[in-house]
């Protein structure tokens, strides 16, 4: 039995809406990773995708069809986005090597570039990585002039080692001077006093003396160190089905920038996203030095009612209902949290270091449940605003929408558009004599919440109507004659109002029932996306050679 299925995003519409070395200093090579390989099922897999592609995309295109280039360009700046760790040799000579059979390599699912070029980049990144621990225990200077670019993205690639150098040195010298500044600045706030001076036109820091300066900088290496150290650790337990997504969604978003391949780890954050659920034992957990810590308990959540369990305790331990624990310690933080996880209404066990009592260790058992997001879910408020006319206040609701969530499978109830009537039932019982509907940060959801949700504020109509990949067009439409909301209604946007806020914007505006009020322009994405499982049956004949 195949352990997973693989998933992704796929556009099938197009939406109309109504509206080196250290200063010559020779180093030790690191020791050499073992290089990461794609599977046989990794293979079927990108073959599968090639395919699906070609006969749902809308456009219609064949993966052969990609511009090469482009294609190994886009995927190089996924990886090494600020274009520090590859040399211009490095881009010229993948280029050379792969533009001529790329097309070949994608039709048959081949992912041999991808991971040549990932295990390159690992190579590369743990020896600059070696390199920066060591400069960072060295003297910095800030007395010369020098610029520095933060943002590399548009830069050109570095033209040879020394040019690296170069430019790595100018990073740490950046990110060091940064530290110290953040520290003066809030030493300057810790030490601040009133003034009576009215012709003082500007605060200026006075510098700290020799010794605070020297602090300063110790703590701004120690702080600079740890960030790079979390990153060598990052790129140590980059695994073999990451290299895959990156690859692979650097291949769909060739077709448009929202198709996207998703793995089981990606493809459970999607729903979660979508939902506003996902079974677990309600726990916010992080990693402190390679210590599995929780940081919060979710309200309502198993963690939070089994009462054993405590934020900043250490997770040391995780075991299957009566099976045998695994140590997590030093564990990668998502394989933690797949071990966690589970189906509902089974038993995980945690052996855990209380915060309160460190020199303790103790078993906790938790049976799992569906855990309910809360602070995603639709909001409201009840705010006093001047009458246009009088000196009398006139109480305005606002709804908060953080996005068009749907009910979790087996849930008939928690639905955006269901929170939402629900909201605006209660703004009237309190008498309010407006509705402001926030949108500003939702960045969309199930386009069925958006015509349900639309359909909350007119009678009956067209909401949106949608292009498919055969060139029909379906209208969708709001056929319910219920109105929640007759009064004044105002919808307010920005440019991050995206596809299904951008709809109900749209259908509100064309249907003269609500006031638009936002930035000019919102983001402007006019398609529409199906999840597509990849054929099981086809997938469980390559199980074998995983």
């Known amino acids: 039995m195949i352990k997973f299925f693989k998933h992704f995003s796929l556009l099938t519409g197009a939406v109309i809406v109504f509206a080196g070395s250290v200063h010559g200093q020779e180093e030790k090579p690191v020791e050499r990773m073992k ?3 794609p599977t046989k099922l990794m293979q079927g897999e990108a073959r599968w995708l090639a395919q699906a592609l070609q006969r749902a995309h809308y456009s219609k295109v064949s993966v052969e069809k990609v511009d090469p280039k482009e294609f190994l360009e886009t995927y190089m700046k996924r990886l090494d986005r600020q274009r520090l760790y590859f040399l211009q040799a490095d881009h010229d000579r993948y280029l050379k090597t792969f533009l001529p059979t790329i097309p070949t390599y994608l039709k048959q699912g081949n992912l041999f570039p991808g991971f040549r070029i990932y295990n390159d980049y690992r190579e590369k990144s743990l020896l600059r990585l070696k390199w920066v621990m060591k400069r960072l225990q060295g003297e910095f200077s800030f007395d010369d002039d020098a610029i520095f670019i933060a ?6 690639w570095p033209k040879n080692d020394k040019d690296a150098d170069e430019i790595w040195e100018k990073r740490l010298a950046y990110e060091m001077l940064a530290e110290i500044l953040n520290q003066i600045e809030l030493g300057e706030d810790d030490n601040a006093t009133e003034t009576e001076d009215d012709n003082a036109t500007e605060d200026v820091p006075s510098l700290p ?27 140590r337990e980059f695994e073999a089905s990451d290299i895959q997504e990156l690859y692979l969604t650097a291949l769909t978003q060739m077709f448009d920038p929202h198709t996207t391949f998703l793995n089981i780890k990606e493809r459970d954050k999607f729903n979660q996203s979508m939902h506003n659920t996902f079974v677990g034992i309600g726990a916010v957990l992080t990693d402190e030095d390679g210590f599995c810590t929780i940081k919060e308990l979710l309200p309502g959540g198993p963690a939070e009612a089994c009462r054993e369990l405590e934020p900043e305790d250490v997770i040391l331990k995780v075991a299957q209902g009566d099976g045998e624990f695994v140590d997590v310690v030093d564990m990668k933080l998502s394989k933690i949290v797949e071990l966690i996880k589970g189906p509902k209404d089974t038993v995980v066990r945690l052996f855990i270091k209380p915060a309160k009592n460190p020199t303790d260790r103790k078993p906790v058992s938790i049976t799992r449940d569906r855990i309910k997001l809360t602070a995603n879910l639709a909001s409201a408020t009840i705010h006093d605003v001047p009458a246009p006319e009088g000196d009398r206040t006139l109480p305005v609701g606002v709804i908060e929408l953080p996005s068009f969530y749907g009910a979790a499978p087996g849930e008939a109830k928690a639905k955006a558009s269901d929170d939402v009537e629900e909201l605006v039932a209660k703004l009237k019982e309190l008498g309010v004599e407006g509705i402001v509907l926030d949108l500003r940060r939702n960045g969309g959801g199930f386009l069925s919440e958006a015509v349900s949700l639309a ?10 109507q949608v292009k498919n990949t055969d060139g029909k067009i379906r209208k969708k439409f709001d056929f319910n004659p219920k109105i929640v909301w007759e009064g004044p209604l105002v919808l307010l946007v920005s440019r991050y109002s995206a596809s299904a806020s951008e709809i ?27 999840m597509i499982e990849m054929n099981a049956p086809y997938l469980h004949a390559l199980k074998s050679d995983k």
């Open 455 to 464: 359909g909350l504020f007119i009678s009956r109509g067209p909401v949106v």
């Open 209 to 235: 003396d020799k010794e605070t300066m020297v602090d300063y900088m110790n703590e701004a290496r120690k702080r600079v160190t740890k960030r790079y150290e979390r990153w060598d650790k990052n790129v």
């Open 504 to 530: 109900v914007a749209g259908a509100l505006q064309n249907h003269k029932r609500a006031l638009i009020v936002g930035d000019k322009a919102t983001h402007g994405k006019g398609t529409v996306q199906s």
């Open 35 to 37: 290089e990461l390989e």
């Open 151 to 156: 943002d590399r993205e548009k830069l050109p």
